[in-house]
């Protein structure tokens, strides 16, 4: 009964938040839920567990958060974003517009810029190319999001925490399993293009196209306006801002503040002949941030409930009690691992947890450690991305859609092409990496 009471707090969550509840009443009462009938005292675990939860993310997101959002704005307004999408339509065309910002999204990812920071960026730029394309802004999330959270994290050698984390469990590095890694990546962006096209073209066909309220469109009438005066800047100015902000963090080591603040003040520079209405761009970050912060805290904070609820312990007990159980270990690792993201809503969480109970007594088995290794990654990427996963939060929120217009998409690319990628992967390992005898 405990269980079923954490799945039920978490479909409370899905049922309000796509009946447009405010995500952070729709968490309250999933949190009170979950307190009430797993028998905890519910003022205490409002106030302390949740809120402690709540906190820590905005202690460890805000400052994050708001440079993403100027940044983001300063390339609004300046029209860097908007030469990027012009280069990007302009090199591709309208068809292959999905296509860029996916890839584009991935390079960041592969560079080791958060995801967080990458939705910030990336978020102008696909706008704007939606806008030329006339694709529907509900794609918007699903198309940053694939970018981001999914096939990249698959290949060998990149730099996300997810790729590391096994490293300090195993005797492996970030290239392990390259051959595994990059056939479900590729397998992965495939079969997300092709959903992503798919969708386009049907919202063509039912002549559905590109809708923006009235704030939007203020702003991307003055990128239409800098265009049509031949006044934005180079593609090689707009793009620098974000490489700069790649390097920094990743060449020179420093924090992901000052790799934010290196580049708004280099777009600035380079683009300063577009910077108007500073004060009305740090007012309107700010909004744009902590609204944003808010709900990813409000269902990040979830979480620490989830983990203080008996039934989690009954849950993580009996998915690692079922894992030696016998069976085929590859699979009964991947299994294990993206069900304790999903309980986690976190990859790294999942996979940490996993590693820690399972890699020694499965290498003892006989199980390469470089097959695990690889597995425990693309397992992480699956049921990480459920509703109460703050990067899905983060992606609607700054993509302004809601989890009705967004989300199952969101869940297409992010969930269900994952675990099909997941799927191939054991596959694969079973037949390439053969438990030694």
Known sequence: ???????????????????????????????IFIALFSRLPVISTVTDTYMTGFSGFVKSAWLMLLLGAILSKVMDVTGAARSIASFIIGKFGAKFAIPAVVIAGGLLTYGGVSSFVSCFALYPITLAVFKKANLPRYLIPATIGAGIFTWVTMLPGNPQVQNIIPSSFLPTNAMAAPVVGTVCGIFTLVMILLYLSYESNKAKKNEIGFVADED?????????????????????????????????????????????LSGIVLCGVLCYKNL?????????????????????????????????????EKMVNGILDFSKSGGNPLIIFGIATTLLCGLNA????????????????????????????????????????????????????????SYKEGYKHLFMVTVVITLLALALALMLGNIMYPIAV
């Open 346 to 401: 976190s990859g790294t969480g999942g996979i940490s947890t996993t590693l820690l109970v399972l890699a020694e007594p499965f290498m003892a088995m006989g199980v390469n450690a470089e097959i695990m290794h690889r597995i425990g990654v693309i397992a992480s990427v699956g049921l990480d991305s459920l509703p109460h996963s703050g990067g899905i939060v983060a992606v609607l929120q700054i993509s302004g859609v």
């Open 276 to 312: 108007t209405g500073i004060p009305q761009i740090l007012t309107d970050s700010i909004s744009s941030a902590a609204v944003t912060t808010i709900n990813a805290s409000a269902i990040v904070a979830i979480g620490a409930v989830v983990k203080a609820a008996p039934g989690f």
């Open 216 to 260: 939007t469109l203020k702003v991307l009438k003055k990128a239409d306006e800098l265009e049509e005066n031949g006044n934005l800047p180079h593609v090689v100015f707009a793009v620098l801002p974000i490489v700069c902000v790649a390097v920094v963090l990743n060449v020179f080591k420093l924090d992901i503040s000052v790799a934010l």
């Open 1 to 31: 009964m405990d269980m079923i009471v954490i799945l039920l707090g978490l479909v409370i969550l899905l049922f309000l938040t796509l009946k447009k509840v405010p995500v952070v009443y729709a968490a309250a009462v999933s949190v």
